[in-house]
């Protein structure tokens, strides 16, 4: 059985780390670097870095808090928010980050998917999707941190953004987001089925339970959080304890 990943994530605006519901509703969560330092020595799997407003304001990702956070930690590192260029991957990579999360950009324009897997190689390349529920119950996808509705179907993009390069995927639903009554579990299972590498699942995560769903039946092979581990309202080592004993592998 493939071991099962616990990622925390910091949500970036300002320098700081936030948290809020449904994208909105900011508050301050702590300073970024001490707050990965944590985290790496709490058990974390991996860290994912998102700055949230990079994108809604067209400018480029922090590079030096990048490499600060970079060296305090010894965790696999996930970083994005305003990722636009190739460059922009090289930067990133280069202080410190192990992959690279593109969003907006690879909306507007998909072929940056192919160039980032061509010259870093697929595995560095993490397309992260903002999904709504409609109307009918499909998923439509979001850009600029869950400001413009694309009208584009989430699993389709999903599927083609696997085409074209991507080595990972982060699902976050927004309907879900930070309300921890559970993972949008029909989201994350069908592009899961459908997009034939990694998901990471994001949005929702209240309690234990939703972490072995989501890891299970939503068929996700790593779960996110923010809220929960920010406000220690659950402590890594006690979750992962717990995923152990419900007979999901995760390193402990």
Known sequence: MLTKRIIPCLDIKDGRVVKGINFVNLRDAGDPVETA?????AGADELVFLDITASSDSRDIKADLVRKISEAIFIPFTVGGGIRTIDDFKVILRE???????????????????????????????????????????FSIFKN?????????????????????????????????????????????KISENGGVPVIASGGAGTMQHFKDIL???????ALAATLFHY????????????????????R
């Open 145 to 189: 941190g869950g400001r413009i509705d694309m009208g584009i179907d989430a699993i389709k993009w999903a599927i083609e953004a696997v085409k074209l390069g991507a080595g990972e995927l982060l699902v976050t639903s927004m309907d879900c987001d930070g309300t921890k009554n559970g993972y949008d579990m029909e989201l994350t299972r």
């Open 37 to 41: 330092s944590a985290y790496d020595k």
């Open 232 to 251: 220690k309202e659950m402590e890594i080592k006690d979750l992962k304890e717990y995923l152990h004993k419900e007979g999901i592998s995760v390193r």
């Open 216 to 222: 299970t039946d939503g068929k996700a092979d790593a």
């Open 96 to 138: 410190g980050a192990d992959k690279v999360a593109v969003n907006s950009a690879a909306i507007m324009n998909p072929a940056l998917i192919s160039q980032a897997a061509d010259k870093f190689g697929s595995q560095c390349v993490v397309v992260a999707i903002d999904a709504k529920r409609r109307p009918d119950g499909s």
